[in-house]
Nanobody, 116 residues
Framework: QVQLVESGGGLAQAGGSLRLSCVAS????????MAWYRQAPGKEREWVAT???????HYAGFVKGRFTISRDNAKNTVYLQMNSLKPEDTAVYYC??????????WGQGTLVTVSV
């Protein structure tokens, strides 16, 4: 089993920054692709960014140039650096394992609120 725990959410002003972390514990050796998703109030959950074990990244268009996904395999941690935050970035942010034995494993989420 693998468990994911996100942290780093909170309140930020528009134009500000936050860094989210997602720590994986358990049988982490089989994890390849990690992703961040978000769910705004009243909206469906949407994909934000992905990173694989080689460091290849992909981003949704609405965060490209503002958010950066990275990982530290030694610490079993994935990060999401969020800069130039906008009120529309307000959401609960989740990390998720993609593919492999633990495909579909989600963390509990961390709330990000961006004020005008």
């Amino acid at each position: 089993q693998v468990q994911l725990v996100e942290s780093g959410g909170g309140l930020a002003q528009a134009g500000g920054s936050l860094r989210l972390s997602c720590v994986a514990s358990g049988s982490t050796f089989s994890i390849n692709i990690m992703a961040w998703y978000r769910q705004a109030p009243g909206k469906e959950r949407e994909w934000v960014a992905t990173i694989n074990n080689s460091g290849t990244t992909h981003y949704a268009g609405f965060v490209k140039g503002r958010f950066t996904i990275s990982r530290d395999n030694a610490k079993n941690t994935v990060y999401l650096q969020m800069n130039s935050l906008k009120p529309e970035d307000t959401a609960v942010y989740y990390c998720r394992i993609l593919g492999g034995r633990y495909d579909g494993t989600w963390g509990q989420g961390t709330l990000v609120t961006v004020s005008v």
